[in-house]
């Protein structure tokens, strides 16, 4: 006799059946915990229960400050007559992307396969072994020109499961081994010898930049349009060396970098930015702030202001950004416990409704409230907030699309502290607190380098609390593993995935080089160490290690790794970038070995698609430059940090800077011998020097200013 809520005796009163998202960390479950649905979290139970009742799996993929997650669940989720429907005839599972990528990544791919596009909330049906025979994303309550209503999928789908079941099942089998053998091509084996890394493809890839480049807003490609960040490195890198394409990778980066500071997509009360614009000309902004976006963008404009600016973009004006982002970060995402959380959400609830981008949304009216007839009015033509709201009824956001002038610019920084205080009284939007390692890991890096190039030692010392959270909570040394999400203190969950243990050791490798306090040396290294034993099987490289049986069927039963980059840099890339940094302090010809082989992946995308190969171009840039090495030897004085600075200030793309120095703790890393250090010493007099080298061979050593300046620039052109 069949279960009842099994295909044949379709009802809601299952063994069980209730919402038990209620205990769960995530805020995005939590926040689900209320719907009539019977979510159920992503693991074994959910799927043996699907077996059990003989019933297709719904996966609801989404995150915490997602609006069109917001909005289906509105729509649907909270329904009780679609939630009958849902829980008779499935088994709803819920799933945090930011806390399961392995699992949003692999079901996304299978989404984009089946529909043709991506996003959230995505909407996917399994076999109760984890298979993909139907997916999309968003689903209206009712039908809309080209999109079927919520409840029209769910009937064809329990249809389709009653009565053609074999079909079913083979095509979500047919799914999975195209998944498979597409695996195969994006392969990486890291125990072969490596192809030579050809400069031409770095040329190449900045002249497929230039034919999507939008020269009028600056980036690349249409609406939507994202922050290109790993792209922008790598131009910031490839416009420090001297090259025929130098000046045209300059030039797009400071577009790039101006129109996105002077629109809306930057916050210009507070700083940070949103995620992404709805217009090509950044001025509507799909308003949810994460840290992964805000901690590169700060590490970029950073970097920019390292290679001087231009005339478009100075660089006195990126510091000023990157100084307000840095702000932003600390004063909106900073955790007690010295983390970052993970994002603000995109919508603000006013009086229990969902207003997207509420909280920074302004009228004529609204600013003449707050700054009095004459300055309101001014502010609202230098920053287009007109009678008719870009967003909604609620207003537009400050966008004031160009550099302002001189007056422009003096009324505004009278102003702003006002309309900051008048924002801070609004309902603010929510925030997700939990703790992702990879993206504290990316806030290290981008922190500690911000605070040596913009002299913000503070700065420095967040990063620092990010880099002592990591080791204390994600970091088990004993048995070399990083959990990717902590809450309150807490690491559980999954193992970190590869971009986790990649972006933690950069972060870590940063660090050391701006204090050089070999703890974070020794954690950058062991990092790497654990990520190549836990990742690479048999020769092979993989973004996770088999966390999920039902994702690993539905990719076919292969290790996946996907080459490229999305909002943040693929783990591939980021592992060969901490992999070329590490072998440049340590010396190891093995971790060179391997990211000249995962460079291997760059041949056919440098060309015909550099934007998502942002990172493996920046890495290959670093390689092709060497990466350049320099070690400060001698005792601490005035001279040598006027040394270390000005190692720091260099544009040399991926320079390794190692310091000298009295470890100020007593734990086993300070008994550590960073390998290119060894053997350096001060000069007889007791003044430091500089040690230059490529690939551990070094010139002889310089002990002023304008040797190393002059000597660094004459090693960056090749002489």
Sequence with gaps: MPLPGTAEHPE????????????????????????????????????????????PVFLSIGYAACHWCHVMAHESFEDQATADYLNARFVPVKVDREERPDVDSVYMAATQAISGEGGWPMSVFLTPEGLVFHAGTYFPPVPLPGRPSFRNVLEAVHEAWRDRREAVE???????????NAQLSAAVRLDGPPEVLDPALLAEAVEGLARSEDPDAGGFGTAPKFPPSAVLEFLVRHAAVTSDTADAARDMAGRALAGMARSALCDQL???????????????????????????????????????????????EAAGVASKCADWLLASLALPDGALASSLDADTVVDGVHHEGAAYLWTPQSLIEVLGEADGAEVGRIMNVGPEGTVSALGSPLHPGRLLDGSETSLWQRVRPVLQEARSRREQPARDDKVVAGWNGLAMAALAEAGAILDRPELVEAAEGIADYLERVHWNASNRLLTRVSHD??????????????????????????????????LGTELIEAAAARFVKDGQLADSAGESAQVFNAQGQKASLDPFDNATPSGASAFAGALLTSSAYSGSHEHRLMAANILGLLPPLASRAPRVAGWLLATAQAALAGPLEAAVAGPASPQRQELHRALLNSAAPGLVVALQSEDDDVSPASAVEVPLLLHRSGARDGSPQVYLCRGMVCERPVGTLADVESRLAAMVSGD
């Design 12 to 55: 809601s009163n299952w063994p069980g059946a209730s919402n038990v998202l209620g205990s769960e960390p995530s805020a995005y479950l939590r926040q689900h915990a209320d719907n009539p649905v019977f979510w159920r979290p992503f693991g074994d139970e959910a799927f043996a229960l699907a077996a059990a009742r003989d019933v």
């Design 170 to 180: 083979q095509n979500a089998r047919g799914l999975a081994a195209n998944m498979a």
């Design 270 to 316: 507070d700083g940070g930015f949103a995620r992404y614009s709805v217009t090509a000309d950044w001025s509507v902004p799909h308003f949810e702030k994460m840290l992964y976006d805000n901690a590169q963008l700060l590490r970029v404009y950073a970097h920019w202001v390292r290679l001087g600016g231009n005339p478009v973009f100075s660089a006195q």
């Design 489 to 522: 203190s807490a690491a559980r969950g999954i193992g970190g995935l590869l971009e986790d243990y990649a972006f933690c050791a950069e972060g870590s490798f940063a660090l050391y080089a701006v204090t050089g306090r070999k703890r974070w040396y020794v």
